[in-house]
T-cell receptor, first 113, second 112 residues
Framework: GAGVSQTPSNKVTEKGKYVELRCDPI?????LYWYRQSLGQGPEFLIY????????DSGLPNDRFFAVRPEGSVSTLKIQRTERGDSAVYLC???????????FGPGTRLTVL | QKEVEQDPGPLSVPEGAIVSLNCTYS??????FMWYRQYSRKGPELLMY????GNKEDGRFTAQVDKSSKYISLFIRDSQPSDSATYLC????????????FGQGTRLTINP
């Protein structure tokens, strides 16, 4: 079966530009998570969705970051006015409602020049 | 101070050695403890999951949790070159859909 997929796998942009990162969770998973992993660090929580709504967005670093999941499946992480410090691997994970295991995608490697 | 501390290594051992990986944490509300393995340019994959204090064994892997000391460990017996990866500890306060708090990750190399 298909796992979590993320597109694009790599994204290079210029400082100040807007980017969108997409996540396709495992079919039927109601919970979807976004994490950010900087080089040499562990993943850092950004936001998690239950269905269409954000259940916890406490990890979003500032108002340049926004995420949506309009139909309760695919999610898009949006970053406005990108900064060089936003360069990282953005990981998406999904899980079923009561399950303990989060299944991770391969990540999108974002580079801001 | 980070909520979860993990020695980043790198750690290099010969094939067949016993490997010990450790994390400490400061948040006493953490109840669920996990170890993830991450290969280069891949997402993390769950290795072990434990609740509260105690030991759990799965094949060559043993996870230990000592909540009184706020200390968790992962032991790998008869280590193989295929075990070479970054190992991440992770923790959550509740069960089910919850945000995970990760350690920095320890980069492990098993030399043939």
């Amino acid at each position: 079966g298909a796992g979590v997929s993320q597109t694009p796998s790599n994204k290079v942009t210029e400082k100040g530009k807007y980017v969108e990162l997409r996540c396709d969770p495992i079919s039927g998973h109601t919970a979807l998570y976004w994490y950010r992993q900087s080089l040499g660090q562990g993943p850092e929580f950004l936001i998690y969705f239950q269905g269409t709504g954000a259940a916890d967005d406490s990890g979003l670093p500032n108002d340049r970051f926004f995420a949506v999941r309009p139909e309760g499946s695919v999610s898009t992480l949006k970053i406005q006015r990108t900064e060089r410090g936003d360069s990282a691997v953005y990981l998406c994970a999904s899980s079923s409602l009561l399950a303990d295991e989060q299944f991770f995608g391969p990540g999108t490697r974002l580079t801001v020049l | 101070q980070k909520e979860v501390e993990q020695d980043p290594g790198p750690l290099s051992v010969p094939e067949g050695a016993i490997v010990s990986l450790n994390c400490t944490y400061s948040n006493s509300a953490f109840q669920y403890f996990m170890w993830y393995r991450q290969y280069s340019r891949k997402g993390p994959e769950l290795l072990m999951y434990t609740y509260s204090s105690g030991n759990k064994e799965d094949g060559r892997f043993t996870a230990q949790v000592d909540k009184s000391s706020k200390y968790i460990s992962l032991f790998i017996r008869d280590s193989q070159p295929s075990d070479s990866a970054t190992y991440l500890c992770a923790m959550s306060e509740g069960q089910g859909a919850q945000k995970l708090v990760f350690g920095q990750g320890t980069r492990l190399t098993i030399n043939p």
